[in-house]
């Protein structure tokens, strides 16, 4: 007679739950390891562009002006003062970005860059929650949030444009809290979808939006047809999500509009909208480029049990995600491909918005999802070994450390990027008497430089 095997104690249940977590939660801060390493000779910072000229410092002056007690409603010190809560890029309500409120003048610029990290685990974190719950694989999920939050879009410019990034995390967790929804039938969780989306909004990037918005759209469908909650609660559940999505972004969304229909982005043509990849960049699906951004790369590991997802589990749930990842890639062609031409005349959103490009997030989510199918149905095979998980994650992680490892970084420059001049010096001497001053975008920082050492400039950089 066999004895019986040993329960797991529930601390040991406990642990097992809480380690996909956790693993997901460190990983990005390994692959970023160099910009908070101890030692100052190995240490390296997000090179200089957008993130450094743009983002910076409004966040600057979002968090000093929360920090006094003030909305960041207008901001004194670039363009002769305008309204930074309509520059989308300054996510002035964007709630995760209020604890930099916590620093002093000004905002240190590690603090940024640790706050793209933490979304990159939260990006990962989400969609473990997501595939877990539509696979019912812990270890599906965890390949699927590793694939996500590690891969080549998420790493590359997306942490460098922050609101593409920030944006783009609350993919996930807005279909996971829809799949509750519609599988509990709580409206309740609709609401809370819809606070993810407006987060979404909130975080200050239409056109990650507009993706965002399309797909959970579709997987509203899909998982509707599968639930069957009844046509009364599924449009009660929509209408929910879409009246709270709305309620929550409109203090970001309504300045945000006005004011992009009076700026030169109103009058952009097709030809200054519709760039996209190339055919030849199509290869990035499976071959890396190290050293090079990578934004269709999801790895080598997660690809292929993309393509057992598809071929093994045929159901509408992988042919909706081959869908969406073939759309998404066609969209991604913009004007050298078929269909952003019908998109840019029929759909709403796609005339509005420039560097097509950009829906290679779409192409990764969707082949990060099949992905989690794939494995889970490999797992359920009696043939397949259990130290397959452990395997698989760690090719994984190597291979996308691989390709992704230090292409964002670069060494920092002496005293840091806003480092204090004899004219910055000499212009806070006399700020209080003069008026305007027009840099022309000779302050250390470009345009918005202005804004970090409080001085009023004429001269302002925002893609507005």
């Known amino acids: 007679m066999h004895a019986a095997p040993d329960k797991d104690s529930p601390r040991q249940t406990w642990w097992r739950r809480l380690t996909p977590g956790l693993l997901l939660t460190l990983l990005p ?13 190995r240490r390296l910072v997000f090179e200089y562009g957008d ?31 305008g309204p930074i809560a309509a520059g989308s890029i300054a996510a002035a309500f964007y709630p995760l970005g209020f604890w930099q409120a916590l620093f002093a003048k000004p905002l240190p610029f590690w603090a940024l860059q640790l706050e793209a990290v933490f979304h990159l685990s939260l990006a990962g974190i989400f969609t473990w929650l997501l595939v877990r719950r ?19 879009f998420m790493t590359s410019y997306p942490v460098l444009q922050l609101a593409i990034l920030e944006t783009a995390m609350w993919l996930p967790v807005s279909l996971w809290l829809l799949e509750l929804t519609l599988a509990r039938r ?40 599968h639930h069957r909650p009844g046509w009364r609660f599924a449009v009660a559940a929509a209408l929910s999500a879409g009246v709270v999505t709305l309620g929550v972004g409109a203090a970001h969304l309504l300045p945000v509009w006005e004011v992009a229909g009076l700026s030169p982005r109103a009058d952009l043509g097709y030809s200054e909208v519709s760039h996209g990849f190339n055919l030849a960049d199509l290869k990035g699906l499976w071959l890396a480029s190290p050293g090079q951004w990578s934004p269709l790369y999801v790895g080598l590991v997660p690809l292929a049990l993309a393509l057992v ?17 073939a759309l998404g890639l066609l969209l991604s062609l913009g004007q050298n491909g078929f269909l952003y ?31 989690g199918y794939g494995y889970a149905a490999l797992a359920q095979r009696r043939w397949w070994p259990r130290l397959a998980l452990p395997v698989l994650v760690c090719l ?11 292409v964002i970084l670069q060494p920092p420059p002496e005293g840091g990027y806003f480092a204090s001049t ?43």
Do not use: K, M
């Not at 004899?422 to 470009?446: C, F, I, M, T």
């Open 29 to 41: 801060f390994l692959l970023f390891w160099q910009i908070w390493w101890p030692d100052s000779d």
């Open 396 to 406: 994984t992680v190597f291979d996308l450390f691989r390709a992704n490892n230090g």
């Open 309 to 325: 997802g598809l071929f093994l589990v045929r159901r509408a749930e992988s042919w909706f995600w081959a869908g969406v990842a």
């Open 51 to 81: 993130l450094v000229e743009q983002y910076y410092p409004l966040r600057v002056f979002v968090a000093g002006e929360l920090r006094d007690g003030r909305l960041p409603i207008r901001d004194p010190h670039t363009y002769s003062g």
């Open 422 to 464: 004899p004219a910055v010096d000499y212009l806070q001497d006399v700020n209080a008497h003069v008026s305007r001053v027009s840099s022309e975008g000779l302050l250390p920082g470009d345009g918005n430089g202005s804004i970090v050492f409080e001085v009023r400039d004429v001269t302002g950089n925002s893609p507005l």
């Open 341 to 371: 031409p019908l998109a840019y005349r029929w759909l709403p959103g796609f005339a509005t918005f420039r560097d097509q490009e950009r829906a290679a997030l779409v192409v990764s989510f969707a082949l990060c999802i099949l992905a």
């Open 134 to 152: 539509l696979t019912g694989s812990t270890g599906a999920g965890l390949l699927a949030g590793i694939a996500f939050s590690l891969g080549g």
């Open 186 to 225: 709580s409206l309740l969780l609709a609401a809370l979808a819809g606070v993810a989306l407006g987060c979404s909004i909130l975080a200050g990037h239409p056109q990650t939006f507009v993706y965002i918005a399309y797909v959970f759209a579709g997987f509203l469908l899909l998982r509707a047809w």
